[in-house]
């Protein structure tokens, strides 16, 4: 069973009258991606603060490596963060404002260290060019390997690919999974749930300061995998027939009269006609097609909205 390194109960941010995060709970275990989706505003920054130990919660508790955290304990430090826009000096270069911060760290045998990381995010350890001549790629990059500093065992991203182009959102996310396969649990932010689904174990949907959902890949996959839904008089006659019958294997019982069918290639008629023959009633037959933005729009809402294909 995989260990939780970071668990976060009743986890709660307050501005003044602004409640930024409400009472989040979760559990990261090692190994993981974990994905943090929201949209602007929703707390992303503040909860991933909070984690990282850059900011006090108003109440809540945070473990950390199975301890209860408080204040500026040193396992803060065993966390790397990247938030928003890192902190670089323009007028260094690569190598020195990484150098600059390990120097901070007191860490012995620097150069070594350095040269790793520039050669794990895709930066040229002997380019000399300032960091205020880099492109936002190289940029958030070089932020990536500052954020990793002293070997951390959780790396916190901040929507690390917003306002990159399309080759610096690829670099990221090529960067990410070898991180990850490495053996570093990741947690990284984003308000685009398809880019987050490409990388992410593990969900969060974070809403006006709320976590109102929390899936496996599997879990947020099966949603949105394409699927027929029936309803009749009662599943447990039913699901022979779509067996037997019909040949289906990959289905869901969700309650005691609606069944998912996700062998979606078999028209709906023949679904109908088999189990009306067999008599079993069916009073609906539906066929679910749904994209991630949709299911995340619609998990916000809670109702069908204005949903576009
Ligand atoms: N230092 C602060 N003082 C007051 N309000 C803040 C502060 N930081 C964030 N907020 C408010 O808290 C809410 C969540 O912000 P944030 O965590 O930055 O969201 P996200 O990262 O998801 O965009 C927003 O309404 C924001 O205006
Ligand atoms: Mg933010």
Redesign the pocket.
Known sequence: MSEAIIEVSQLT?Q??S?T??HKANFKICRGEIFGLI????????????MIGGLMYPTSGEIKLFNRTVKDSHPYFERIGILIEHAGLFPHYNAYENLDLIAISYGLTSREEHINKLLKLVGLDASNKSKVKNYSMGMKQRLGIAAALIGSPDVLIL??PINGLDPQGISEIRRMILELNKAGMTIII?S?ILEELSKVATQYAI?HQ?EVIEHHSREQLLLQCEDRIEIEVEKASSAVPILEQHLNINHYKVISEHVVYIYDSHIENQHIIKSLVENGVTVHSITKHKQSLEQYYFLARTGSEGDSHD
């Open positions: 941010k501005f003044k602004k930024a995060v929201g949209q602007n505003g929703a707390g992303k920054s503040t909860l991933l603060k901040d929507e932010s308000h974070l300061g």
